[in-house]
């Protein structure tokens, strides 16, 4: 007998809940509740860093490409700026949010956007087992990792193995504003990663274990653009299993192919019905 969206919802819940899945969190989270103060998507960021720098109009689309012209024009020190005001405002935390930092059992959750939305959700629910790690610029690479750093709660940069001790491991792989500042948006960041990534040298060794054993469920997550699938397909790639997506009734053919692909089953309920849901699951 075929499950009901809601029921499948139910059991992901479940899955989440006992340390089973692992999250993947998209940028649209963010818009679950109310606007957030901050872009939700590499579009609607593509297109504000174009009111702040004028760049060509064939790059109005795409974040990387435009990213990498204003790096080029104006220099690294300009983006990095940018990025640090566009994102200094840090989102409410939602009831997904809030409700994934809450539980003990969780051993990681993949958040992919640039926002504080969901390291303010661990300091609301009082957490302090908790630490992130997040990809490093090509340039702002510093001392924690070729690839990325590690940081504890307050911003310290510590060594990669200080991340095993952690109970929750929050990783942001293309980087984040807070508390670092270090982000991963232009063409350039993403160019050694991208050639590095198929045999996961990037991917950092306590993402790799705490995968093992463990699927994965995309929640706001788009697959329209080849790195946001990359880094999809290789951050879960040798995870024990099963893989869920909650999608929208508007996937691109490279999206739908993409999730048959990769084995991943996408719900059909609405992002906000679906975490409804997940998130009455208790712990």
């Known amino acids: ?6 029921a499948l919802a139910a059991e992901i819940g479940t899955g989440i809940a006992t340390g089973r899945l692992i999250p993947f969190l998209g940028p649209d989270v963010l818009a679950l509740e109310a606007e957030p103060p901050v872009p939700v998507g590499a579009r609607p960021l593509a297109h504000l860093l174009g009111t702040r720098v004028a760049v060509p109009g064939r790059f109005r689309n795409n974040l990387w490409h435009a990213s990498q012209y204003i790096e080029t024009s104006r220099h690294r020190v300009t983006l990095d700026r940018l990025m640090a005001e566009i994102f200094q405002p840090i989102p409410a935390p939602n009831a997904l949010h809030l409700w ?3 539980l003990q059992a969780l051993p990681m959750v993949v958040d992919t956007w640039y926002d504080g939305a969901m390291r303010a959700a661990f300091a ?3 957490r302090s087992d908790w630490g992130q790690v997040q990809g490093a610029s090509k340039a702002r690479r510093l001392d924690g990792g070729v690839w990325s750093r590690t940081v504890d709660r307050d911003g310290t940069i510590l060594p990669d ?3 095993a001790a952690w109970t929750t491991l929050l990783y942001k792989p293309h980087g984040a504003a807070q508390p670092a500042g270090d982000v991963l948006v232009s063409d350039s960041d993403y160019v050694e990663v991208l050639t590095e990534i198929d045999i996961q ?4 060794d306590a993402v790799k274990q705490r995968r093992t054993g463990r699927g994965f469920v995309f929640l706001g997550c788009r697959f329209y653009d080849q790195i946001l699938r990359t880094f999809a397909r290789q951050i879960a790639k040798h995870s024990g299993g099963p893989r869920y997506a909650v999608v929208p009734d508007d996937l691109t ?10 084995g991943i089953t996408p719900l059909t309920l609405s992002l906000a019905e679906a975490v409804g849901i997940i998130t009455k699951t208790e712990p």
Request: proline residues 10%; hydrophobic residues 40%.
């Open 1 to 6: 007998m075929t499950q009901t969206p809601a």
């Open 100 to 102: 994934l930092a809450g």
């Open 124 to 126: 609301a629910q009082g």
């Open 161 to 163: 193995e200080a991340a």
């Open 201 to 204: 040298t990037p991917i950092p």
């Open 253 to 262: 053919r490279n999206e739908i192919r993409f999730l048959d692909v990769e």
